[in-house]
Structure formats: structure tokens, C-alpha cells
């Protein structure tokens, strides 16, 4: 009788292996490695554990994490705690969704292909673009994949980034720009927002694109029309990355001229992991979309004239050109899109937008009442769901100090910015009550 619950392969199973294999024991296949280097004795593991107390080992050591289920979270920094309408969950569990992958064959996946062309439609609309793509494995793959799209468009090789991106875009951004020999120049933030007078110094006739972020890394609205100005008075793309959730109160990038405008859809029903995965969008105008990377759906009838949706367009480069590629993601992240629809669906219009007022209204009155408690916050301009505040001394401490108090604190700027030291982004959205808010900036008002 077998005793592996999950091995299921008998001692019978194993002689026939062997005899097909032509040797007498399992043995006699390690019979090449000399005895010497041979390992004898027995592991220095614990004993296997019966199921319930392996369950109950484990529910031990889940316990002693620290979380936003158990704690009060103001950290952002890319990753956001939204409210996810329960229905999400529900949909994205069904199995004809969680285990389809590819839709080749339309008539047996209209469903899926529904669902991905529904989330085209709602980032064009919130993008202020054309087209859109049904999703890439993430924000910073988007963002660089839109950086590579503009450098083969242009058969230009230069890339201006601002410095005020997320670090780990533009470290997603530097990785791609090497493997195609491309250059990537980083533009210097005066205020939390990119520095014009530098943008303008570095813009030339060899530009490809220019990347913003809008709201940026650090929750500043950048000044899109004045950067736009600059991108095109030559050939150059302008690449905008923006969280979504900020354009359902925000004038969307396509009406500020963007070429490109990507990000990542996490703020809508995919919920705060430890890593992933999430779920890029690239959205762009009819003049690029044959060049967009990935794959789009569309809508169509059949021959009786009934509404159908199949792959209208799917990146095949590394296919058949594959010296000639600039991509070779021809896949998506089609649950996490589906999930990010759904949730997208259930707000609706104005509730995406009531829900992004309400992170620019919470945010607001954070500064305010940290500001009353005497805590430094740095800049003065428009903001969505964060902003930056001086702590005065290692934000790591602070943090510990906050944890203590039930509350995950925001992300340490001096870690990935060492001229930042003693900085923090601060992330609110429409979770936080008035009650934690308040919470926070006592707490602040007395540590700093």
C-alpha cells in the first residue's frame, strides 16, 4: 500500500519502471557517482507531521504576520489597499475563468474574450486613448514596454525618464533599454515633480520618448500640458504611466496629447500581495496599434450576425522576425484583468470617481491635521492618495515605533533615494476612517 497520500505510485508501479529502464533497483541508478561522494544517513529534518498538526503548525507561524487584516496600513508606494467589491472574488473563482489561458479558439471562449475586450474599453475610456491592449504582466513591464515600442517607431535610441517614476519602473525600464543598446537618461524632480528647466536641457532630436508618472511616485500631479509642449516640438513619444483609480477624478493623459499611456491596474480588485501578481495596461492611439504589444480583442458577428469577440491582434514578432522583435510578451494577465473589470464594473462610473475623491479628500485632511501637529510636510502642490513628510530621524524607527501603535507606517524615501533620508511617503485611501486618520498624526506629532 502506497504511504505517500500524494504520491501516488505503488511498489509494483516502481519494478515496472525499472524493468522498462533496464536496471534492477533504484540504486542502481546513482551507480556513475563514486561511493565517496555519496550522502549516508539520514536528513537533518523533523519528522513528517500527521495533516492536523501540520495545519496547525502552519496557522502558528501565519499568525505572527503582520498585516493589513490586523493593522492599519498607510503604506502605498505602488501597491494600494482599495476597497474590492465582494462579487470580484465570486466572478474570478468560477473555474471557466481561473483556468482558461489562451482564448485561441473563439467559439468555446467567448466569455473570456468578453471579459478581456470590457476591460479594453474601461482603460480607454479612463486613459483618454484609442486602444488599449488586454493587459501585460504588470505597471513597470507596461511602462517599459512602451519606452521599447517608442525607440522602434521612431528608430530613435534615447529614453528620458523622470526621476519622480517609481525606482523599481525605472529599474524594469533600465534592464530592457540595456538587452536593445538603448540609452536611458534619468531627468532630476525639483518639488516632487519633474524638474521642466532639465527636462528641456536633455531633449534633443535623438529623444524617443519622454516618461512621466502622473500622479508620480510620490503623489504629485505632474504638469502634463508644459511637458507635453517640450516632447513634441520634435518626434519624440510622451509616455505617461498614471494609476488608474486617480483618472476617475483626474483630466486623463490621452487629453494632454500622451502617445502612450500605461500603469498598473491593481488598485482595482486585486488585492495588496507580497509581490504580485498584478496586471499592466497599455493603452495608445490607432497610429501605434499595430505596433502595441501583446495581444488586443475585438468585437465582431458571426455569419448569422450575432455579436462575437475573438484576438484581433497578437504580437508574433519573436515568431516569425524574431532578430527584429522589440517585444516578445505576447501574453496577459487575463484573471487579474478580469478581476480589475469586475471590480471596475461594480463601482461604476461615479463610483470610481466617488472613490477617487474620497482618497484625494482623506489625503488632504491628513496633511492638514499632521501639519496642525507640527510634522514637516514636504511640497505644496496638488496631490492624490500620498504625499512625503519629514520624520526628522530614520523612518525605520519611526515605523517601529508606529507598529507598535498598530499601525504599518509609510514607505522609508531613503531607501531607494539616500539624499531622502529621514523622509516617508505617506499612502491614504478611502479605507482609512477619520478615527485612524486622526490616530496617525497624534501619533506622528509625538514621535517627531
Do not use: W
Not at 11 to 37: C, N, Q, R
Not at 150 to 171: F, Q
Not at 364 to 370: E, T, V
Not at 414 to 428: A, D, F, I, T
Amino acid at each position: 500500500m502506497n504511504t505517500h497520500r500524494y504520491l501516488p505510485m505503488t511498489e509494483e508501479d516502481k519494478k515496472e519502471m525499472l524493468a522498462t529502464i533496464g536496471v534492477d533497483s533504484i540504486e542502481a541508478l546513482f551507480a556513475d557517482i563514486p561511493e565517496s561522494t555519496r550522502f549516508k544517513g539520514q536528513l537533518a529534518i523533523e519528522a513528517a507531521l500527521k495533516e492536523p498538526e501540520l495545519i496547525a503548525h502552519f496557522q502558528k507561524l501565519a499568525d505572527e504576520n503582520q498585516s493589513i487584516k490586523t493593522y492599519t496600513s498607510f503604506l502605498g508606494a505602488g501597491v494600494y489597499e482599495h476597497y474590492i467589491p465582494s462579487i470580484v472574488d465570486h466572478v474570478i473563482s468560477r473555474s471557466e475563468f481561473y483556468t482558461a489561458y489562451t482564448p485561441y479558439q473563439p467559439e468555446i471562449s467567448q466569455g473570456e474574450l468578453q471579459a478581456i475586450f470590457e476591460f479594453q474599453t474601461m482603460i480607454c475610456e479612463l486613459t483618454g486613448m484609442d486602444i488599449a491592449n488586454s493587459s501585460m504582466y504588470d505597471g513597470p513591464t507596461a511602462l517599459a514596454e512602451a519606452a521599447m515600442l517608442s525607440c522602434g517607431h521612431t528608430k530613435k535610441k534615447t529614453i528620458l525618464v523622470s526621476k519622480a517614476v517609481h525606482p523599481e519602473a525605472r529599474a524594469v525600464l533600465k534592464t530592457n533599454a540595456y538587452g536593445q543598446r538603448l540609452n536611458v537618461i534619468e531627468i532630476d524632480a525639483n518639488a516632487n515633480v519633474t524638474d521642466i528647466e532639465s527636462l528641456k536641457a536633455a531633449y534633443n532630436e535623438e529623444v524617443a520618448c519622454v516618461i512621466v508618472q502622473h500622479p508620480n511616485f510620490y503623489g504629485s500631479l505632474e504638469p502634463l500640458a508644459e511637458i507635453e509642449e517640450i516632447v513634441h516640438q520634435g518626434k519624440a513619444q510622451f509616455v505617461v504611466s498614471s494609476n488608474p483609480l486617480a483618472l476617475g477624478v483626474l483630466k486623463p493623459p490621452g487629453d494632454f496629447g500622451a502617445d502612450i499611456v500605461v500603469g498598473d491596474a491593481q488598485p482595482f480588485g486585486i488585492p495588496v500581495q507580497f509581490g504580485g501578481p498584478h496586471c499592466g495596461y497599455f493603452a495608445t492611439t490607432k497610429k501605434l496599434m499595430r505596433k502595441i504589444p501583446g495581444r488586443l480583442v475585438g468585437q465582431t458577428v458571426d455569419e448569422e450576425g450575432r455579436r462575437g469577440f475573438v484576438l484581433t491582434l497578437q504580437a508574433r514578432e519573436q515568431h516569425i522576425r524574431r532578430e527584429k522583435a522589440t517585444s516578445n510578451i505576447c501574453s496577459n494577465q487575463a484573471l487579474n484583468a478580469l478581476a480589475a473589470s469586475v471590480a471596475m464594473t461594480a463601482l461604476g462610473k461615479q463610483g470610481v470617481k466617488e472613490m477617487a475623491k474620497q482618497n484625494v479628500q482623506k489625503s488632504a485632511y491628513l496633511k492638514k491635521q499632521l501639519s496642525l501637529a507640527g510634522v514637516d510636510v514636504v511640497g505644496d502642490g496638488p496631490t492624490f492618495n500620498e504625499f512625503v513628510i519629514n520624520c526628522g530621524q530614520p523612518v525605520k524607527d519611526v515605523n517601529r515605533q508606529l507598529l507598535e501603535k498598530g499601525m504599518i507606517g509609510g514607505f522609508d524615501l531613503g531607501s531607494v533615494e539616500p539624499e531622502r533620508n529621514g523622509q516617508m511617503l505617506v499612502c491614504v485611501t478611502e479605507l482609512r476612517t477619520k478615527e485612524e486618520l486622526d490616530l496617525f498624526a497624534n501619533e506622528m506629532g509625538a514621535l517627531v
